[in-house]
T-cell receptor
């Protein structure tokens, strides 16, 4: 079993839909949670990060962490065609060498 | 004004050859990384250097050898290439070894025939 599991998709939604992307993890030592967005043929770029359980909002994006269930989510409101990309969750312990463990990514397509 | 750059962008080579990928960052960061992304988009760390010192060395065949001539550069040399080495290799950098944002390069798509 991988340390971080992510539904690979692909996920196709109409423009304006609310999108929910999810990851589960097995290592209870993870304390730092991130979402990266990767456009086709590009490197990943950091979208959001959070340390604590609960919600963190940034514009149309909300990151949610539930440490008790070992589950994190990214919600995208009013999705746009420009949101079409692969979304990778990543997580790390916050001691030692801060090695990031990535999920396999969910490919999202927002249809105009 | 490219932050993290890699060369080459594409690399097609025969099994058994030796090849190198170069990475440079102009962000003034202390820490650099090499990641491998397979065909299923799984991104896995291979190596990390902090101020030219190797700090992460994952279970990677010793055919892969990173070299950091200075903290702005991290190169990856691969000996005796195998079919399974085909992947996209990403270089990344961060301010230091803490939980800082990692900035990724555009990737090098390696195809071994």
């Amino acid at each position: 079993q991988k340390e971080v599991e992510q539904d690979p998709g692909p996920l196709s939604v109409p423009e304006g839909a609310i999108v929910s992307l999810n990851c589960t993890y097995s290592n209870s030592a993870f304390q730092y949670f991130m979402w990266y967005r990767q456009y086709s043929r590009k490197g990943p770029e950091l979208l959001m990060y959070t340390y604590s359980s609960g919600n963190k909002e940034d514009g149309r994006f909300t990151a949610q962490v539930d440490k008790s269930s070992k589950y994190i989510s990214l919600f995208i409101r009013d999705s746009q065609p420009s949101d079409s990309a692969t979304y990778l969750c990543a997580m790390s312990v916050i001691s030692g060498t801060y090695k990031y463990i990535f999920g396999t990514g969910t490919r999202l397509k927002v249809l105009a | 004004d490219t932050a993290v750059s890699q060369t080459p962008k594409y690399l097609v080579t025969q099994m058994g050859n030796d090849k190198s990928i170069k990475c440079e960052q102009n962000l003034g960061h202390d820490t650099m990384y090499w990641y491998k992304q397979d065909s299923k988009k799984f991104l896995k760390i291979m190596f990390s250097y902090n101020n030219k010192e190797l700090i992460i060395n994952e279970t990677v065949p010793n055919r892969f050898s990173p070299k950091s001539p200075d903290k702005a550069h991290l190169n990856l040399h691969i000996n005796s290439l195998e079919l399974g080495d085909s992947a996209v290799y990403f270089c990344a950098s961060s301010q230091d070894t803490g939980y800082n944002e990692q900035f990724f390069g555009p990737g090098t798509r390696l195809t071994v025939l």
